[in-house]
């Protein structure tokens, strides 16, 4: 079985550009979670959702990010016009339900903005 | 070897050593806790968990211990081997069924050969 399979692996964005980071959960896995991990530190939660609904989404910056996981296709990350500070792994995980343990994390995305 | 969780977040031991990673969570009210190890360029991968009704757990040269009244965690590796070499983050689950986790900053584990 696949497991969450993140692409790109590796994104480069000026600033003010837009960066698109896609998610595939596990076959069967309707819950997609976003977290963000920049260099030495852990993961710090960004977003909860399910298909076309966004659970929590506490950890999301208020401007500029927006996540989205439509009925058909991946989970997308969107952050428009990047910063530097927005450079970092950002990393996607899932699972089959509310509740349901543990979660699965794909490889990441490692977000560099020049 | 030991580490005492945050405040030393490097942890090198003997190949065929065990080693114990100690990690201190923030909320009492904490339901679940999990184990994460991760490798350079790599996303976490699942290790070992605890649900907060017990006190300790086993896998396959790993155990974990929760210590509720202290609010402390460790995960014990038993005969390291140069695969073990990676960074361990514990994790807490603040809010029951919600799988919204908070991690640690992490202990990164060296096996000296």
């Known amino acids: 079985n696949a497991g969450v399979m993140q692409n790109p692996r590796h994104l480069v964005r000026r600033r003010g550009q837009e960066a698109r980071l896609r998610c595939s959960p596990m076959?069967?896995?309707?819950?997609v979670y976003w977290y963000r991990q920049l260099p030495e530190e852990g993961l710090k939660f960004m977003v909860y959702?399910?298909?076309?609904?966004?659970?929590?989404e506490s950890g999301m910056p208020k401007e500029r990010f927006s996540a989205e996981f439509p009925k058909e296709g991946p989970s997308i990350l969107r952050i428009q016009q990047v910063v530097r500070g927005d450079s970092a792994a950002y990393f996607c995980?899932?699972?089959?339900?509310?509740?349901?343990?543990?979660?699965?994390f794909g490889n990441g995305t490692r977000l560099t903005v020049t | 070897g030991e580490s005492v969780g945050l405040h030393l977040p490097t942890l090198s031991v003997q190949e065929g050593d065990n080693s114990i990673i100690n990690c201190a969570y923030s909320?009492?009210?904490?339901?679940?806790f999990i184990w994460y190890k991760q490798e350079s360029g790599k996303g976490p991968q699942f290790i070992i968990d605890?649900?907060?009704?017990?006190d300790k757990r086993q896998g396959q040269r790993v155990t974990v211990l929760l210590n509720k009244t202290v609010k402390h965690l460790s995960l014990q590796i038993a005969a390291t081997q140069p695969g073990d070499s990676a960074v361990y983050f514990c994790?807490?689950?603040?809010?029951?069924?919600?799988?919204?986790?908070?991690f640690g900053q992490g202990t990164r584990l060296t096996i000296n050969p």
């Open positions: 076959k069967g896995h309707s819950h």
């Open positions: 909320n009492s009210a904490s339901d679940y």
């Open positions: 995980a899932s699972s089959p339900g509310f509740g349901k343990y543990p979660l699965h």
């Open positions: 994790a807490e689950n603040i809010i029951q069924g919600a799988q919204k986790l908070v």
């Open positions: 605890i649900r907060s009704n017990m």
């Open positions: 959702l399910q298909k076309e609904n966004i659970i929590d």
